[in-house]
């Protein structure tokens, strides 16, 4: 079983949440119709169990609504069944999400009884002005002041950041990832907007009122929010939203959805260094570019499209992209004729 799938997730869609966020509709992004119970914890555990290679343990998580929000008891029947399974050896964590404002030593004492490892926070922006139109119903204050108290609580912090929210820009985002790197998290999750069919978003832009943060808007400003996250030694665990069978099908109506966006990313982060390596370059001359041998179609892009945009940009007679297995997996070398 893979990292990634050695997560179990269980959905409480919507609940807990008690604002309407202008651009969600959990039940259209995870599929699931329907909150969990303690029994449904119970199933996920056991379906997991199938496909476990030996000795695996999984992560059970809470995603799509706000947990610490929800009712305390309706926490604790979930938790505990999760618990159950944690003691039982069978899991090797439990970690759930939830909004800033649902956060205070009470709560994560609770979370500390039933074992839970890690919490993920709905940040979004870190700018008052992107959350007040988002109707997020939190300010970045109270951002700032849960991840302290998470992580003085000995929990792992995650924080989760959009990028192309009503009133945001390139810059604010740029800023709000400054501040999230302050907050010295354990990790963070990019999730550039889509338009999800039947929320205020969706028709916001319908009616002219917000424009679409598309692809290639988002491409180009996680190529910038990435470096930032890595070289501050922070893991960026998820860039844009998990593709699912309804959002490909079309309830992502519009916005920066694409079932291979971090690879787009990083894509486009090789071809803006390229960019600096070929400046200056003359007309007409010929070039290379190594890379490790990984990297040898994400420097390329997706149906070529870096060699083509570079060789029209700088009048290159020719462009090849060649493998060096001695460069470590992030360096690039170039070489003009």
């Not at 919490?119 to 300010?139: I, Y």
């Not at 959009?162 to 999730?191: C, F, N």
């Not at 390329?300 to 029209?312: D, K, P, S, T, W």
Request: proline residues 6%; aromatic residues 6%.
């Amino acid at each position: 079983m893979s990292a990634r799938a050695s997560i179990i997730p269980v959905f409480i869609p919507h609940w807990g949440c008690p604002h309407a966020c202008v651009f969600c509709n959990q039940r259209r992004i995870s599929g699931v119709k329907q909150p969990a119970t303690a029994e449904t914890v119970k199933e996920a555990v056991e379906r997991a169990k199938d496909v476990l290679s030996h000795g695996t343990k999984p992560e059970l998580a809470f995603y799509g609504g706000s947990f610490t929000a929800i009712p305390p008891e309706q926490q604790e029947a979930l938790l505990s069944a999760a618990k159950a399974c944690l003691d039982e050896g069978v899991l090797s964590s439990i970690r759930l999400s939830t909004r800033p404002d649902a956060i205070d030593a009470e709560v994560l004492s609770r979370l500390h009884r039933y074992g839970v490892e890690t919490v993920e926070l709905g940040a979004q922006s870190l700018c008052d002005e992107v959350l007040l139109r988002s109707h997020r119903g939190h300010t970045a204050e109270d951002v700032e002041n849960a991840s302290r108290l998470i992580k003085a609580s000995g929990f792992r912090l995650i924080l989760q950041m959009m990028t192309g929210l009503p009133g945001d820009s390139p810059e604010r985002s740029v800023q709000t990832a400054e501040k999230i790197i302050s907050l010295k998290p354990d990790g963070v999750r990019i999730y550039p907007t889509v338009i999800v069919r039947d929320t205020e978003l969706y028709d916001q832009w319908q009616a002219g009122e917000y424009r679409e943060h598309t692809v290639e808007d988002a491409v180009s400003l996680c190529a910038i929010l990435l470096p930032m996250f890595e070289e501050a030694g922070i893991p960026v665990i998820r860039l844009g939203l998990n593709p699912t069978e309804e959002l490909s099908a079309g309830a992502a109506a519009a916005g920066a959805y694409h079932p291979a966006l971090g690879e787009l990313v990083r894509s486009r982060i090789l071809r803006n260094r390229a960019e600096e390596l070929l400046t200056g370059t003359l007309p007409g001359s010929g070039a290379a570019l190594f890379v490790h041998p990984k990297k040898l179609s994400q420097m390329a892009g997706q149906h070529r499209c870096n060699i083509a945009f570079l060789q029209e940009k700088y009048s290159l007679a020719s462009l090849r992209i060649l493998p060096d297995p001695s460069l470590d997996e992030d360096a690039l070398r170039a070489e003009i004729r």
